[in-house]
Protein backbone atom coordinates (compact mmCIF):
# COMPACT_ATOMS: atom_id res chain seq x y z
CA UNK A 1 0.00 0.00 0.00
CA UNK A 2 1.30 3.06 -1.05
CA UNK A 3 -0.79 5.56 0.25
CA UNK A 4 -0.85 7.76 3.42
CA UNK A 5 -0.59 5.38 6.84
CA UNK A 6 -1.60 6.58 9.97
CA UNK A 7 -1.45 4.65 13.71
CA UNK A 8 -3.09 4.44 15.66
CA UNK A 9 -6.18 4.22 13.77
CA UNK A 10 -8.20 3.85 17.42
CA UNK A 11 -6.92 5.60 20.56
CA UNK A 12 -9.07 6.00 23.61
CA UNK A 13 -7.72 7.42 26.73
CA UNK A 14 -8.35 9.21 30.04
CA UNK A 15 -8.32 12.87 30.91
CA UNK A 16 -5.14 14.52 31.47
CA UNK A 17 -2.77 11.75 29.59
CA UNK A 18 -0.61 12.29 26.85
CA UNK A 19 -1.49 10.64 23.72
CA UNK A 20 0.95 10.57 19.99
CA UNK A 21 -0.13 9.91 16.75
CA UNK A 22 2.08 8.80 13.63
CA UNK A 23 1.40 9.81 9.91
CA UNK A 24 3.68 7.87 6.86
CA UNK A 25 3.06 10.03 4.38
CA UNK A 26 3.39 8.79 0.64
CA UNK A 27 6.96 8.48 -0.18
CA UNK A 28 7.94 11.32 -2.01
CA UNK A 29 5.66 13.70 -0.88
CA UNK A 30 7.41 17.01 0.66
CA UNK A 31 4.81 18.45 2.39
CA UNK A 32 2.31 17.08 5.00
CA UNK A 33 -0.72 18.27 6.76
CA UNK A 34 -2.41 17.65 10.07
CA UNK A 35 -6.21 18.51 10.28
CA UNK A 36 -8.96 17.74 13.05
CA UNK A 37 -12.51 16.51 12.41
CA UNK A 38 -15.51 16.72 14.95
CA UNK A 39 -18.92 14.65 14.35
CA UNK A 40 -21.02 16.47 11.41
CA UNK A 41 -18.32 19.29 10.45
CA UNK A 42 -15.88 19.04 7.95
CA UNK A 43 -11.61 18.58 8.48
CA UNK A 44 -9.93 22.15 10.00
CA UNK A 45 -6.68 22.78 9.40
CA UNK A 46 -4.34 22.62 12.44
CA UNK A 47 -0.36 22.49 10.81
CA UNK A 48 1.33 21.86 7.79
CA UNK A 49 4.81 20.56 7.23
CA UNK A 50 7.22 21.75 4.22
CA UNK A 51 10.01 18.56 4.20
CA UNK A 52 11.04 18.70 7.48
CA UNK A 53 9.93 22.72 8.67
CA UNK A 54 6.99 23.52 10.22
CA UNK A 55 5.83 26.39 8.08
CA UNK A 56 2.16 26.92 9.50
CA UNK A 57 0.37 26.61 12.73
CA UNK A 58 -3.35 26.88 13.06
CA UNK A 59 -4.84 29.06 16.10
CA UNK A 60 -6.51 25.81 16.78
CA UNK A 61 -3.02 24.10 17.46
CA UNK A 62 -3.11 25.28 21.37
CA UNK A 63 0.44 24.76 23.63
CA UNK A 64 -0.73 21.69 24.13
CA UNK A 65 -0.54 20.07 20.85
CA UNK A 66 2.88 19.86 19.03
CA UNK A 67 3.67 18.04 15.71
CA UNK A 68 7.07 17.00 14.44
CA UNK A 69 9.03 15.85 11.47
CA UNK A 70 12.35 15.21 12.09
CA UNK A 71 13.46 13.81 8.85
CA UNK A 72 11.29 15.45 6.43
CA UNK A 73 9.18 11.91 6.74
CA UNK A 74 7.21 10.95 8.72
CA UNK A 75 5.25 13.10 11.18
CA UNK A 76 4.56 12.83 14.73
CA UNK A 77 1.67 15.02 16.55
CA UNK A 78 1.50 14.49 20.13
CA UNK A 79 -1.43 16.11 22.40
CA UNK A 80 -0.01 16.32 25.99
CA UNK A 81 -2.38 16.58 29.04
CA UNK A 82 -5.59 15.70 26.50
CA UNK A 83 -8.92 17.19 27.50
CA UNK A 84 -12.32 15.52 27.03
CA UNK A 85 -12.86 18.35 23.93
CA UNK A 86 -9.80 16.77 22.20
CA UNK A 87 -11.96 13.61 21.21
CA UNK A 88 -12.27 14.22 17.04
CA UNK A 89 -10.29 12.05 14.47
CA UNK A 90 -6.94 13.38 13.61
CA UNK A 91 -6.26 12.95 9.77
CA UNK A 92 -2.55 13.01 8.03
CA UNK A 93 -2.69 14.51 4.14
CA UNK A 94 0.57 14.93 1.96
CA UNK A 95 0.72 16.22 -1.57
CA UNK A 96 3.62 17.37 -3.99
CA UNK A 97 5.07 20.56 -4.41
CA UNK A 98 6.72 20.49 -7.36
CA UNK A 99 7.86 23.94 -7.74
CA UNK A 100 7.44 27.38 -6.51
CA UNK A 101 5.27 28.23 -9.21
CA UNK A 102 3.77 24.40 -9.84
CA UNK A 103 1.67 22.21 -6.90
CA UNK A 104 -0.34 19.20 -7.83
CA UNK A 105 -3.79 20.84 -6.14
CA UNK A 106 -4.70 17.74 -4.69
CA UNK A 107 -3.75 16.65 -0.71
CA UNK A 108 -3.98 12.63 -0.34
CA UNK A 109 -5.55 12.35 2.89
CA UNK A 110 -4.74 8.83 5.33
CA UNK A 111 -7.65 7.38 7.13
CA UNK A 112 -7.26 9.05 10.48
CA UNK A 113 -6.55 7.90 13.81
CA UNK A 114 -10.03 8.99 16.00
CA UNK A 115 -9.54 9.53 19.82
CA UNK A 116 -11.70 9.74 22.51
CA UNK A 117 -10.75 11.27 25.66
CA UNK A 118 -13.11 9.79 28.45
CA UNK B 1 -10.19 31.61 1.00
CA UNK B 2 -13.60 32.59 -0.32
CA UNK B 3 -16.19 31.51 1.38
CA UNK B 4 -18.27 28.59 -0.13
CA UNK B 5 -22.31 27.87 0.16
CA UNK B 6 -23.77 24.18 -0.62
CA UNK B 7 -27.16 22.35 0.19
CA UNK B 8 -26.87 20.37 3.17
CA UNK B 9 -27.91 17.11 1.07
CA UNK B 10 -28.80 16.08 -2.13
CA UNK B 11 -30.43 12.81 -3.62
CA UNK B 12 -29.72 10.98 -6.76
CA UNK B 13 -31.35 8.13 -8.26
CA UNK B 14 -28.60 5.20 -9.21
CA UNK B 15 -27.23 5.67 -12.90
CA UNK B 16 -28.59 8.65 -12.96
CA UNK B 17 -26.23 11.97 -13.08
CA UNK B 18 -25.88 13.64 -9.78
CA UNK B 19 -24.95 17.39 -9.78
CA UNK B 20 -24.01 18.97 -7.12
CA UNK B 21 -24.26 22.81 -6.77
CA UNK B 22 -21.53 25.38 -5.04
CA UNK B 23 -21.62 29.21 -4.71
CA UNK B 24 -18.75 31.11 -4.14
CA UNK B 25 -19.46 34.76 -5.30
CA UNK B 26 -16.63 36.10 -3.49
CA UNK B 27 -14.00 34.03 -4.95
CA UNK B 28 -10.68 36.08 -6.54
CA UNK B 29 -8.78 35.87 -9.99
CA UNK B 30 -5.93 33.80 -8.46
CA UNK B 31 -8.51 31.25 -6.60
CA UNK B 32 -9.11 27.90 -7.54
CA UNK B 33 -12.23 25.77 -7.31
CA UNK B 34 -11.40 22.08 -5.52
CA UNK B 35 -14.00 19.41 -4.18
CA UNK B 36 -13.38 16.72 -2.40
CA UNK B 37 -15.67 14.14 -0.93
CA UNK B 38 -15.65 11.87 2.32
CA UNK B 39 -16.87 8.76 2.71
CA UNK B 40 -18.17 7.38 5.76
CA UNK B 41 -15.18 6.28 7.99
CA UNK B 42 -12.44 7.45 5.55
CA UNK B 43 -10.25 10.37 5.10
CA UNK B 44 -11.25 12.78 2.61
CA UNK B 45 -10.62 11.98 -1.34
CA UNK B 46 -9.18 14.67 -4.01
CA UNK B 47 -12.26 15.09 -7.14
CA UNK B 48 -11.02 17.86 -8.91
CA UNK B 49 -10.12 21.23 -9.02
CA UNK B 50 -10.24 24.16 -11.60
CA UNK B 51 -9.56 27.85 -11.77
CA UNK B 52 -11.65 28.88 -14.57
CA UNK B 53 -12.42 26.84 -17.63
CA UNK B 54 -14.39 23.50 -17.54
CA UNK B 55 -12.07 20.25 -16.23
CA UNK B 56 -13.20 16.39 -16.54
CA UNK B 57 -11.38 13.51 -15.55
CA UNK B 58 -11.63 9.59 -15.04
CA UNK B 59 -14.53 10.78 -11.75
CA UNK B 60 -16.25 13.97 -12.27
CA UNK B 61 -16.73 17.07 -14.34
CA UNK B 62 -16.33 20.45 -12.95
CA UNK B 63 -18.65 23.31 -14.39
CA UNK B 64 -17.17 26.41 -13.78
CA UNK B 65 -19.83 29.85 -14.60
CA UNK B 66 -17.99 32.21 -16.39
CA UNK B 67 -18.25 35.04 -13.55
CA UNK B 68 -16.67 32.04 -11.32
CA UNK B 69 -19.13 33.04 -8.86
CA UNK B 70 -20.72 29.11 -8.70
CA UNK B 71 -19.75 25.77 -9.99
CA UNK B 72 -21.08 22.13 -10.31
CA UNK B 73 -19.42 18.94 -10.24
CA UNK B 74 -21.13 16.60 -12.48
CA UNK B 75 -21.10 12.39 -11.38
CA UNK B 76 -21.93 11.13 -14.86
CA UNK B 77 -23.28 8.18 -13.75
CA UNK B 78 -23.94 7.69 -9.85
CA UNK B 79 -23.22 4.75 -7.96
CA UNK B 80 -24.07 3.67 -4.57
CA UNK B 81 -20.52 3.74 -4.04
CA UNK B 82 -20.67 7.67 -4.97
CA UNK B 83 -22.89 7.95 -1.05
CA UNK B 84 -20.63 10.55 0.59
CA UNK B 85 -20.26 14.21 1.57
CA UNK B 86 -18.87 16.27 -0.79
CA UNK B 87 -17.02 19.51 0.20
CA UNK B 88 -16.45 22.24 -2.23
CA UNK B 89 -13.55 24.38 -1.49
CA UNK B 90 -11.78 27.61 -2.72
CA UNK B 91 -8.39 28.18 -2.23
CA UNK B 92 -5.38 30.27 -3.54
CA UNK B 93 -3.12 28.95 -5.50
CA UNK B 94 -0.45 27.14 -4.28
CA UNK B 95 -1.97 27.17 -0.72
CA UNK B 96 -3.36 23.50 -0.12
CA UNK B 97 -4.03 24.70 3.70
CA UNK B 98 -8.17 24.17 2.81
CA UNK B 99 -11.01 25.07 4.47
CA UNK B 100 -13.53 22.91 4.23
CA UNK B 101 -17.17 23.61 4.85
CA UNK B 102 -19.68 20.83 5.85
CA UNK B 103 -20.61 19.93 2.15
CA UNK B 104 -23.20 18.42 0.98
CA UNK B 105 -24.57 14.85 2.09
CA UNK B 106 -25.17 13.22 -1.44
CA UNK B 107 -27.07 9.38 -1.02
CA UNK B 108 -27.67 7.62 -4.29
CA UNK B 109 -30.82 6.09 -4.08
CA UNK B 110 -30.97 2.40 -5.61
Known amino acids: DTGVSQNPRHKITKRGQNVTFRCDPI?????LYWYRQTLGQGPEFLTY????????KSRLLSDRFSAERPKGSFSTLEIQRTEQGDSAMYLC????????????????FGEGSRLTVL | DAKTTQPTSMDCAEGRAANLPCNHS???????VYWYRQIHSQGPQYIIH???NNETNEMASLIITEDRKSSTLILPHATLRDTAVYYC???????????FGTGTRLTIIP
Open chain 1, 93 to 108: ASSLEISSTRVTGELF
Open chain 1, 27 to 31: SEHNR
Open chain 1, 49 to 56: FQNEAQLE
Open chain 2, 26 to 32: TISGNEY
Open chain 2, 50 to 52: GLK
Open chain 2, 89 to 99: IVSGFGNEKLT
